[in-house]
Each structure stands twice: as structure tokens, then as C-alpha cells.
């Protein structure tokens, strides 16, 4: 047998279990030890006897019956302490994952509900959550979001549309307190029944709004989740997506604040109407509810507005124009909102509308609601009334509404929706004794002079606009937007797109004096960025048809290569021959063109620009602004807007934008407060000297008809190109008016509506500012300024410099005779015996501009007409020419343009 398969010797004395025996040593006739309790240094207790199990260290037998009692006797025994546990992660032979003692787990601790942070992981492991965990919490939550619900929709109650959703006033208010009109929605708005209601109406918003109202369960969960989403991230809500969600919205009206609360409320209420209304009953609280514009609320009160019929008389084509006016009738009403947004003109609304109508007709057709050929009958948009019926809106108060909503709009956080809901107390800047006034003013010069049946060819069409606002806050006073704003739906007021003549030099004067001229005649030409200030007895030519230069001296031509020749109005020339040479104040008072249009390209156009926009003019009204004729009044501010410009000057150079309203109060308090906000446009040095220049032109100038006994005045004339517009804007220091005067046909529908032209209105040759419109301005100043104390303006500094001053020619000396020479005549001196102190100035230094140089045999001399005033006292009366002092103006400016006229 192989030694590799050969037993070892056998041990003496009787086999295995007396080896066994003998290596233990002497046995006690006792039972076994455990296995394992060898009394090695392996042992788990140490104990020292093989047989340790129920003996003592020695082998006595102990008095223990087990061998949980036997290990803590040896314990005791070996120093009467148990080892301290081991670190974590290690066992007693330095094992790195064994817990205590031997690689035996630690004793389980006490089980939590919530394993988290979990238990036995380590580092970022504690805090995965396990899929049991997220699982858990996910029941919980839908269980406790549906626990929620079913409260909500317990306590929700079905909304009475009937009682609800009506508006509430929106009440305005003078700027004394007292009140001038309530209105809202509660005097248009009637119920009837869903038989009175045309299927085409029912089918029309069914077909653009919710084409499953019939079948869906009142909400849209899509609709639902971009509006919680959309306030989620902090934009407005949005409104409700089915017929239903919008039928509630309405019911909820006196809850329109815009929360997730809310949304969630309106939310469960469109769930339980759904399931418990009648889908018939919720068209017609829909329908009956919803706002169409023009102050209707219900279908019924939108007919009779826009149709003057009952609401069972509406065709398809009418119902699918309601339908459109649902979006949002202020972009929608073919009669336009300009007043509350520029974009909402007539034109752009017509557009919308009918597109809208259109694609609502094309949905009708599409889902079977409507034949092909009775859809093909509604191609245009039906014929509409007149959008205003509130007869408490008649006169100017509508127009003041008007304005002071769309200021709300514009210039704060009320909303159009804020405004329609209602429930607002709005208090006003406008002067209720002032607004009376300047309506009679008007009243009175059409009474007077404007009559159509007469001429209907020269004073149809005639129109007026004005605005009166207060330089010291900003505060407008007073505006005529119209005749009627029952029947002339524009505000004249506002923007009507009227250019402003020479109503805009004294912008190009400021300009003049707050940044200089680039290039001052007599110097040497200098760098853009170095300027000279400007003096009103700076001299400029007054000569017509002027050739307009450049800052370089460069002859200034349009895009055609063609030269600007300057028009003065009337063709006429101001000043003497060859120079026709006038200062700056009366170029100002007579209203010369080529003077101020010269001037406004030596201090360059955006310096201009930059002006009127300091001053208070909205860029987007300035037109032509690198044109020459940009400096006479090619643009189209609004009446508003010229006052408060003007009155920039009156309160001596501090701007204040235009106001109207004061202040909003709700039903929680006060809702806005208008701040009043000033900015230095101008110092007063160059204010002031602007208003002295504008006190000539009422003084002495075009503008007479403007004086007001033993106050001070000052003013400025303007008439445009072709007669179509005609202006007079001036001011007290303590009030600011604007007058406009134009021909347009009134009625705002007509697309591509066009100025016409003034020559014969009101039986007079040509319509200046001078005339209609500074007689209304003097009527109005002087009853609305009655019992205010006179006030001067201020007395202007001394401001920059006398600039294009022809140089002075020196004397020529006498030859000195003796003494014998005396007794005979003296002798003509010949001209080479002329001296002359200094060389004469070359052409460079004296004829930069065409007037200034002399043709043969005449001498470039002249009287110094300049002064060490600063332009305050008044310059020399105006060389007598062929026409009269108040019908001087403007001409086209090259053709190019329509320009100002004084």
C-alpha cells in the first residue's frame, strides 16, 4: 500500500476517544466538554480547562447547570469584566468587516417603521431610499391628495351665475373729489333663455372653444397642467380651457385673484358643475355671462350693442363675429381701443376680427355644424353700430374714461381684466370747471366760424383736439378729445397722427442752447464734439429757399442727389438784402423756417431728437428725424404730449410725464398711488431763455391773439405743409395748452383715411395756428386761469454766444496834409491810398454760408447786431415785407417732407 494511503500508528489504550483523552489530560469520569472548549487561546471566553463547560479552572466541578452559566462563571473568574466591544468594522484578530467577537454579528436593534437614514448602509448608501420606501410614501400621498379632493369637492358648492357674474361700477372721480360717472357692466346686461339663443351662437364657441363640451367632464387636465405650471414658475394664469372652466370663472367673479388657491377652487367647482349641472344649463350661464366688450356682459346685451337686435335674430356670420370678441374685444372691436393700446387701432381690430370669424366659420363647417354654401354667405365682417350706448359717457367725460384707463393700463399693474371686473374707485387729475371751459372755447370758434352746410367742400370734416395740463405735478387738467365720445369715438387729445408744425422749434432752440452749434460761422471749423452755445441774437439766415448745409459746410442733399432747398411759408424772405440776416428770437417770433432748419443741422438732429424726447415727446411720435425738415415740425405728437413738453419749459426746465390719475382704491384699500417723478431735461438758464424768446412771438409775433391782460405769455404758432394741421401751444407759469385743428372724416372704420387740406375753412384764405386755434386757447387760459393771481416767469440768465457775427469793417484813415494843403479841398482819397488796420478776412473765415458772400461791388459789412444781453431784451422790429405779421410759416421742406409753418 502506497505511504500516501498508509493510517498512522495507533494510539495505546483503547482508540481514538482515549487519545483523545490522554492529550486533554485526566478525565473526571464526567460527561464530555462542549466541542471546541479546548482552553486554546481561540476559545470565544478563554476559559482554561478543556472541560470547562460546568468545571472551574482547576476541574472542580461548579454548580451551574448550562453552558451560558458556565461561560460567565469563567468570566468572572478571569478578572470579573467582559472585553469592550471592538470597533466597527473589526474583529478581535484585526478582521477590516467582522463585527464583535469572532466575525459574529452584532444583536439586531429595535426595527423601525421608516428605515431612513437606512440602517447598516454606510457613506452616501444611508440615503438612496429604498424602492419600499418611495413606493410607501407614493400610495400615501395619492392617498391623502385624494382624501383632500374629496373634501374639496364636498365643500364646493355649485356657483348661481345668475347672482354672480355680474360687473361692479368702476367709479371716477374729479380731482376735487366729487363724482364724475359710475359705470360698468351692470346697466348692459340681460339673461335669456338657451331657446332664445341661436344654435349657430352655441355652435360657434363650441367649435372655437371646446369642441367636447357635449362629451368631456367639464375640465381639461392639459389646459390645467400649463396653468399650474405657468403660475408655478411665476407667470399669470391662464384662463379656463372648456366652455365649463370658463362658465365658473364667470360665476366666481367676485374671486378673480390670481392664486394657485384659486385656480385649484376653480378647479374642483368645474368638476362638480360638470357632474351635476346640465351641459344645456352651463351653455346658457355661459353665454349669458361672458363679456363681449362694449360694456355687455350676455349674448343678449352684445346684439343689442353691436347689432341693435335681439339675440335670436343673429345669423351665423354675426354669431361667429360675437365669438371673435370673446378672445378679447379690445383687439377685436372693429371701432378700435387706441386709447387703451396703440395697437388696438381700427384697422388692426378689423383684420383680427375677420380672421378670427373666418377661422371660427371654417371650424363650423369642419365639425358639421354648418353647410359649405350658408358659410360662403359671411366672407366680410358684418355691419356693426356705434360702440358707445352709456348715455352717462357722452360729451368729453367719455374721452376723460377713457384716458384715465388707458393710463391704468399702461403705467401700472391694473389690468384691462382688473378694470372690466369693476369694483374700483378711480380719482382723476381732471379739473371739472377747467374741462367745461375749454369745451365751451371750442364750441364757440365752431359755432362761429366752421359751417359745413355752407362749405361743405372747406369746413366738412373740421375737428379739434386740446389738453391743458398743470407744469408744476404734471397733472392733466383738461382735454377736448371731440365732439361727442358717443359719436366721435377718437380721442383728438391723444395721437391722431396731426403734424405739429413749428409748434417744435423751440426743441431745436433748446437744443441749440444746451448742447451748441458744431460749426459757428467766422470760426474755423471745428470737431464734432466741440460746441458752441447758442444766444437768441445769434444771427442765421432768413432767406427762402435756402441752401442747407451740413456741419462741414457741405451742401445738404436727399437720397436723389438733389439740393434742400429751404421755403419759408409764403415764399418770402426775412431780413435785408444780400445777407438776410435775422436773429434767433425773430426767426422765433416770425416763424421762419430757414433759420431753424439751418440751425437744427449745425447742432446736428439727434441732438434735437434728443431734445423733444427730454422734454417729453415719445420717440415713437418723432418722424423723419434725419431729414432737414425734422427741425419744422414733421412730427405727430399728441395734444397731451405737446402741453406737457411745454410745460417743461414753464417750470423751467424739470420734466413731469403726464398724468391723469391720482390714485385707485378697491374693496381692500388702496389699490395705486401716482408718484410724481421729475427729471431735469433742461437747466433753468436754458429753459428760461427759451421761454424769453417764446414771450416775443405773444408779444410781437405770430402769436397775439394768445395775450392775456396782466399775465405773461408764452407761446408758438405752427401750420404744416398743405394746410392740414394747425397749432398753438403756450403757457403760463402755472398752466400748460395745447390746441390742434385738422380736417379728417370722422368716421374711424374707413381704412387709409387721409389729412385734408384747410385752404377756405371757416371763410379764411389759408388756417394758421395763429388763428382758430390760438383764439381757442386765449377763450379757455383765460376763463380757467380767472382767479389765479398772475405770476411772472422767471428772468433768464445770460446763456452762450452771438454767434455769426459779420466781421466789422475798418474805418479807412484820413491822409495827414500840411499845413498849406489845408486851405485846399481834401482830396478823395483813392483806393490805393485805403489802409486798413488788419488784413481783411478771407473767404474761408467770413462766407461760409451762401448770404454771407457778397456779390460784385457790394461790401460784406454791416451793424453788429448782436448784444451783451443774452438774448433777453427784445431784437430789432423785422425789415417790412410784402404780407403780414401773423401769417408767416412753413413750406414742404425740399418736397420731401410736409414741415412746420409758423
Not at 66 to 78: K, V
Not at 835 to 841: F, L, Q
Not at 878 to 902: H, K, M, P, V
Request: a positive charge.
Amino acid at each position: 500500500m502506497s505511504e500516501h494511503r498508509r493510517k498512522p500508528p495507533q494510539p495505546q489504550g483503547g482508540g481514538r476517544a482515549a487519545a483523545r483523552r490522554g492529550q486533554s489530560g485526566p478525565s473526571s469520569g464526567r460527561r464530555a466538554a462542549p466541542r471546541g472548549a479546548t482552553g486554546s487561546p481561540s476559545d470565544s471566553y478563554g476559559a482554561s480547562s478543556p472541560e470547562s463547560g460546568s468545571y472551574g479552572p482547576r476541574g472542580e466541578e461548579l454548580p451551574y447547570g448550562g453552558r451560558a452559566e458556565a461561560r460567565r462563571a469563567a468570566q468572572r473568574s478571569s478578572g470579573g469584566r467582559r472585553r469592550a466591544a471592538e470597533p466597527a468594522g473589526r474583529d478581535r484578530r484585526g478582521g477590516p468587516n467582522s463585527p464583535t467577537g469572532r466575525g459574529r454579528p452584532a444583536a439586531p436593534g429595535k426595527k423601525r417603521i421608516i428605515d431612513y437614514p437606512r440602517a447598516g448602509k454606510y457613506g452616501a448608501a444611508r440615503w438612496v431610499p429604498s424602492w419600499k420606501l418611495v413606493t410607501g410614501l407614493f400610495i400615501g400621498f395619492l392617498g391623502s391628495m385624494v382624501a383632500v379632493a374629496g373634501i374639496a369637492y364636498a365643500m364646493v358648492q355649485v356657483p348661481d351665475i345668475a347672482k354672480t357674474a355680474s360687473a361692479q361700477n368702476n367709479v371716477f372721480y374729479w380731482a376735487d373729489g366729487s363724482e364724475m360717472v359710475a359705470t360698468g357692466g351692470e346697466t348692459n346686461r340681460q339673461n335669456v333663455n338657451l331657446s332664445q339663443i341661436p344654435k349657430n351662437m352655441q355652435y360657434a364657441v363650441i367649435s372655437q372653444e371646446n369642441k367636447t363640451f357635449y362629451t368631456d367632464s367639464g375640465i381639461d387636465p392639459k389646459g390645467i397642467g400649463r396653468a399650474v405650471f405657468n403660475m408655478a414658475r411665476g407667470g399669470e394664469t391662464q384662463g379656463g380651457s372648456t366652455i365649463t372652466q370658463q362658465y365658473v370663472k364667470n360665476a366666481m367673479l367676485n374671486d378673480q385673484s390670481q392664486t394657485v388657491s384659486r385656480k385649484f377652487k376653480e378647479i374642483f367647482v368645474s368638476v362638480k358643475v360638470g357632474a351635476t349641472v346640465p351641459k344645456d344649463k352651463i351653455m346658457e350661464g355661459y353665454l349669458n355671462s361672458a363679456y363681449y366688450g362694449r360694456s355687455a356682459y350676455g349674448i343678449q346685451a352684445a346684439a343689442r350693442a353691436y347689432f341693435n337686435t335681439d339675440a335670436v335674430k343673429l345669423d351665423a356670420g354675426q354669431c361667429a363675429f360675437l365669438a371673435a370678441m370673446l378672445k378679447g374685444a379690445t383687439y377685436y372691436d372693429p371701432a378700435g381701443a387706441q386709447s387703451i393700446d396703440e395697437a388696438a387701432s381700427p384697422q388692426a381690430n378689423q383684420k383680427r376680427a375677420l380672421r378670427q370669424m373666418q377661422d371660427t366659420l371654417n371650424k363650423m363647417v369642419e365639425y358639421g355644424h354648418l353647410s359649405a354654401t350658408e358659410r360662403a354667405k359671411f366672407m366680410t365682417l358684418p355691419k356693426v353700430q356705434n360702440p358707445r350706448s352709456n348715455n352717462n359717457l357722452k360729451g368729453q367725460v367719455g374721452y376723460l374714461v377713457d384716458l384715465a384707463k388707458a393710463y391704468l393700463v399702461n403705467n401700472t399693474n391694473i389690468t384691462a381684466d382688473d378694470l372690466q371686473r369693476g369694483g374700483l374707485s378711480i380719482y382723476t387729475t381732471f379739473d371739472k370747471n377747467k374741462v367745461d371751459e375749454l369745451e365751451k372755447a371750442v364750441q364757440k370758434v365752431k359755432k362761429t366760424n366752421i359751417k359745413p352746410k355752407e362749405r361743405p367742400d372747406k369746413d366738412k370734416y373740421v375737428q379739434f383736439g386740446g389738453a391743458s395740463v398743470d407744469p408744476a405735478t404734471g397733472a392733466i387738467k383738461a382735454i377736448y378729445g371731440g365732439e361727442d365720445a358717443t359719436k366721435h369715438f377718437t380721442n383728438n387729445a391723444d395721437s391722431t397722427g396731426a403734424q405739429v408744425g413749428s409748434t417744435f422749434k423751440p426743441f431745436v432752440l433748446a437744443a441749440a442752447m444746451k448742447w451748441g452749434v458744431r460749426d459757428p460761422e467766422g470760426q474755423e471749423v471745428q470737431p464734432q464734439d466741440e460746441r458752441t452755445q447758442v444766444n437768441p441774437q445769434s444771427l442765421y439766415s432768413g432767406k427762402n429757399d435756402l441752401k442747407i448745409k451740413t456741419y462741414d459746410g457741405e451742401i445738404w442733399k436727399n437720397e436723389e442727389g438733389k439740393e434742400w432747398l429751404q421755403e419759408n411759408d409764403g415764399k418770402k424772405s426775412y431780413g435785408s438784402p444780400p445777407n438776410y440776416r435775422i436773429d434767433l428770437r425773430e426767426a422765433m417770433r416770425e416763424s421762419v423756417n430757414s433759420a431753424f432748419v439751418q440751425l437744427g443741422m449745425d447742432v446736428g438732429l439727434d441732438k434735437v431728437k434728443e431734445s423733444a424726447e427730454e422734454a417729453g415727446l415719445l420717440e415713437s411720435s418723432l418722424a423723419g428725424t434725419s431729414y432737414p425738415s425734422f427741425s419744422i415740425g414733421i412730427s405727430d405728437p399728441s395734444a397731451i404730449r405737446m402741453a406737457g413738453a411745454y410745460a417743461t419749459f414753464a417750470a423751467s426746465g424739470k420734466q413731469r410725464d403726464p398724468f391723469s390719475v391720482q390714485k385707485v382704491t378697491g374693496k381692500d384699500g388702496t389699490v395705486y398711488t401716482h408718484t410724481v417723478k421729475t427729471e431735469e431735461a433742461f437747466t433753468e438758464k436754458v429753459a428760461d431763455n427759451v421761454t424769453d424768446v417764446l414771450k416775443t412771438v405773444v408779444d410781437k409775433g405770430t402769436g397775439t391773439n394768445a395775450q392775456l391782460p396782466g399775465r405773461e405769455v408764452a407761446g408758438k404758432t405752427g401750420t404744416t405743409d398743405g394746410n392740414k394741421s394747425a397749432w398753438f401751444v403756450g403757457y403760463t407759469p402755472q398752466l400748460s395748452t395745447s390746441i390742434s385743428m385738422f380736417r379728417m372724416d370722422d368716421d374711424e372704420t374707413k381704412k387709409n383715411r387721409e389729412f385734408l387740406p384747410m385752404y377756405g375753412t371757416g371763410g379764411q384764405k389759408k388756417i394758421h395756428g395763429a388763428s382758430f386755434p390760438s383764439e381757442i386757447w386765449h377763450d379757455y387760459m383765460e376763463e380757467a386761469l380767472r382767479g389765479t393771481p398772475a405770476k411772472d416767469f422767471p428772468t433768464p440768465e445770460p446763456i452762450g454766444k452771438v454767434l455769426n457775427v459779420p466781421p466789422t469793417p475798418t474805418p479807412t484813415p484820413t491822409p495827414t496834409v500840411s499845413e498849406t494843403e489845408e486851405a485846399s479841398p481834401t482830396p478823395t482819397p483813392s483806393p490805393s491810398e485805403t489802409v486798413t488796420s488788419s488784413p481783411s478776412p478771407s473767404p474761408s473765415e467770413s462766407c461760409q454760408f451762401d448770404w454771407q458772400c457778397p456779390g460784385p461791388g457790394q461790401d460784406n459789412g454791416g451793424t453788429d447786431n448782436g448784444g451783451t444781453d443774452g438774448g433777453v431784451t427784445s431784437s430789432p422790429t423785422a425789415t417790412a415785407t410784402d404780407g403780414t405779421g401773423n401769417t408767416r410759416g412753413n413750406g414742404n421742406g425740399g418736397g420731401l417732407f410736409e414741415g412746420g409753418n409758423g
